[in-house]
């Protein structure tokens, strides 16, 4: 069990930092496009080539680590994690007691679960930078209510 939780908290990171790059190349390309496009909200050449040496260069994130791990969450994982957890606690409730072994494990699994949360947030290719450079449209009136 509990190294099936440890392989789905890797996966689970794994899947944050995923979903950072592809929204960071998408919000790129929408960026880029509407440039092209020439509409009316269209960023200056200049600002495109903020972003692209924002986003691309420095390799940031248009998203926030916190949006980043709902997002995930959201997709499936919460269920996953869920189910991992009841049992988990299922397992600790049932043990007659606590052997050596059992705390071992325990600790050995928060040791882990410490050490992914910890390189999670100290990852600097998907930090946001302080000056966002927007890069996705902005939702006026009449298609905020579609």
């Known amino acids: 069990m509990y190294v099936t939780g440890a392989l789905m908290l890797r996966?689970?990171?794994h899947s944050c930092l995923a979903y950072?790059?592809?929204?960071?190349?998408?919000?790129?390309?929408t960026l880029i496009e509407r440039y092209w496009a020439?509409?009316?909200?269209?960023?200056?050449l200049a600002q495109v080539k903020e972003?692209?040496?924002?986003?691309?260069?420095q390799t940031k994130?248009?998203?926030?680590?916190?949006r980043q791990v709902?997002?995930?969450?959201?997709?499936?994982?919460?269920?996953?994690?869920?189910v991992?957890?009841?049992?988990?606690?299922?397992?600790?409730?049932?043990?007659?007691?606590?052997?050596q072994a059992?705390?071992?494990?325990?600790?050995?699994?928060?040791?882990?679960?410490?050490?992914?949360?910890t390189n999670f947030l100290k990852y600097p290719k998907i930090t946001k930078p302080k000056k966002l450079v927007r890069t996705a449209p902005v939702v006026t009136g009449a298609e905020a209510s579609l």
Do not use: C, K, N
Not at 61 to 66: G, I, K, L
């Open 38 to 44: 020439g509409t009316v909200d269209a960023p200056t």
């Open 51 to 57: 972003a692209i040496e924002t986003y691309d260069h």
């Open 102 to 117: 059992s705390i071992f494990m325990t600790l050995g699994a928060l040791g882990y679960l410490a050490f992914e949360v």
């Open 84 to 99: 991992i957890l009841i049992l988990i606690i299922f397992e600790a409730s049932v043990l007659p007691g606590w052997d």
């Open 11 to 13: 996966f689970f990171m």
């Open 70 to 82: 709902w997002t995930q969450l959201r997709a499936g994982f919460l269920l996953i994690i869920g």
């Open 20 to 29: 950072a790059g592809i929204r960071r190349w998408r919000d790129l390309g």
């Open 61 to 66: 994130a248009t998203v926030t680590r916190r």
